[in-house]
């Protein structure tokens, strides 16, 4: 009898421990979306392929071209000096102009 007692209590610790889990959500998860799993699992595979992602994307014609980072930057309207600060924190633009590196040689 003791043992069935014994059992019964094991079990029930069980499902209070699952239940325990199951109540457990990680605070970030309300604020991040989902992994995009499709994506990782694709780099994954790539990589257990042997291929390096960086080296791929280096050896791309479009990413040696000298001007697309020119391009990109016209293309997205990239603030080159602008940070992502909230403008009373900090704001690039209100420097003078010969604070800034190009300018102290001058």
Known sequence: MQVDAMAGSNGAE???IAQEEQK????LDRFLPPPPKR???KFLEY???GKSFNVAVRNRKDYQNPDFLLHARR???IDQIGSCFDKDE?????????D???QVGA
């Open 39 to 41: 994506k990782i699992n």
């Open 100 to 102: 800034y590196y190009d």
């Open 47 to 49: 990589k257990k392929a």
């Open 24 to 27: 457990f959500v990680d605070p």
């Open 14 to 16: 069980h499902e209070e």
């Open 90 to 98: 900090l704001d690039p633009h209100r420097y003078d102009p010969s």
């Open 75 to 77: 293309y997205q309207d």
